[in-house]
């Protein structure tokens, strides 16, 4: 059974599609049943230009990825989430709506690489570190024995990693 592992953001267009991006890819590559989606609870309906570019750069399709509602994931016919990542600030902080099956809920928060300053060059430095930043923690995930933990100990885990 896929582990489906749910990542969000409040507008779905940086730092939810990064780690989307990062967590699918990285389970492709180790040949891990993961997968990722990501969605907000205001979806600018626009994914940034700056983590497209860094997702490309580092070998990561990104077609069909787009801007999505969490309430997709909460419909009849949505994929089973098994864990839950915010990844900015305020969308850790909104009221989640219920995700049937409860799933783990993690917090790993990072600064909006789209506030660099610098112009266009500090904008791609920052989204290339906030990408870098994502895939190590995607890749501390993966090695975990994902069908063998209970809810507790998965809990325990992501929250090991998020304080790495």
């Excluded at 953001?9 to 891990?32: D, F, I, P, Y």
């Excluded at 230009?49 to 490309?56: D, I, K, P, R, V």
């Excluded at 077609?63 to 850790?92: L, N």
């Amino acid at each position: 059974m896929t582990t489906n592992v749910l990542i969000l953001c409040t507008h779905n267009s940086a730092r939810s599609v990064l780690s989307e991006g990062m967590l699918n890819h990285w389970a492709q590559k180790l040949g891990r049943d993961v997968r990722a989606y990501s969605a907000g609870s205001a979806p600018s309906g626009r994914l940034n230009a700056f983590a497209l570019e860094a997702l490309n750069n580092a070998g990561v399709d990104t077609t069909g990825y787009r801007s999505k509602s969490w309430d997709e994931f909460v419909a009849d016919g949505a994929p089973e989430i098994h864990v839950v990542i915010t990844v900015c600030d305020s969308a850790a902080a909104e009221a989640c709506p219920y995700w049937p099956g409860s799933p783990v809920k993690v917090h790993w928060g990072y600064a909006d690489p789209s506030n660099a300053l610098g112009g266009d060059d500090g904008k791609r430095l920052a989204f290339e570190l906030t990408r870098q930043a994502i895939g190590y923690r995607m890749l501390q995930l993966l090695v975990l024995p994902l069908k063998e933990l209970d809810p507790a100990s998965l809990q325990h885990a992501l929250d090991g990693i998020a304080k790495q």
